[in-house]
């Protein structure tokens, strides 16, 4: 009986040391490839007459490239988001480049969330310090979860890429978190697709009101999500 216990003691411990080779190992393939890929990728994206070019001459390929390329960045949360968004609008206009950023968003997330839903709360930790993952604890218990997290994705300024990972860990279904990402992240996607779209065709006037306007909401989103980890936080508590 002893025998089994330590054979399943030793499984056991195995699995955890397995699990903690494979965190590792994602880490440090994450922070190569954000470097080797990510870096230039946003380069690339960032001189816009040339990532236009480059989406051109690749065709129709150029689109599933790009939606490649928006899975990336929502895996790889080292890589931000928003100058992918730009170039989307202004390599292939406000709509098609909302739709492609979208349809990228919402694949991506759920990659996500599958593999945090197989590595759990260590995966998160990555990528992520505890300070700010210990601001969205208050998930895990939380009875109105999907009106939250729609909330949450819906506010323009808020910390997308951590909500990404996080709520992996709470127990929303896969469905419904696949329908909260793939509306709900829309006005924020909008805006910078619409900005960039403006600065295409060169109307930069439009650019400057849109992305001023995008910074105030922001600002305005990141004030409301704060009051809201800190309103259900101390609630948990009391």
Known sequence: MSTQN????????QKKIISVIVLVL?????A????????????????????RA??????????????????F????????????????GYAFGAVEGTIL?????TLGSLLVFGLVRRFGMRLVEVF?????????????????????TFLVFFLPGTPKDLLTYFVGVTDIKASKFMLIVSVARLPSIITSTVGGSALGIKRYELAAIVFGVTVVISLLGLF????ICKHRAKKDKD
Not at 54 to 71: T, Y
Not at 101 to 105: A, D, L
Not at 135 to 146: A, I, M, P, T, V
Request: charged share 25%.
């Open 6 to 13: 330590e054979e399943r003691h030793l499984t056991t411990e």
């Open 26 to 30: 994602f880490l440090g393939f994450s």
């Open 32 to 51: 190569l490839v954000a470097w080797f890929i990510g870096k230039p990728m946003i380069s690339l994206v960032s001189e816009p007459e040339k990532f």
């Open 54 to 71: 480059w989406v051109e001459s690749r065709g129709n390929w150029g689109r599933f490239i790009f939606i490649g390329m928006m899975m």
């Open 73 to 88: 960045q929502v895996l790889i949360a080292l890589v931000p988001g928003e100058p992918l968004e730009i170039g989307a």
């Open 101 to 105: 950023c979208v349809i990228g968003v």
């Open 128 to 148: 992520f310090d505890t300070g700010r993952i210990k601001q969205l604890k208050f998930l895990q218990n939380e009875k109105r979860l999907d009106l939250i």
């Open 224 to 227: 409301i999500y704060n009051r």
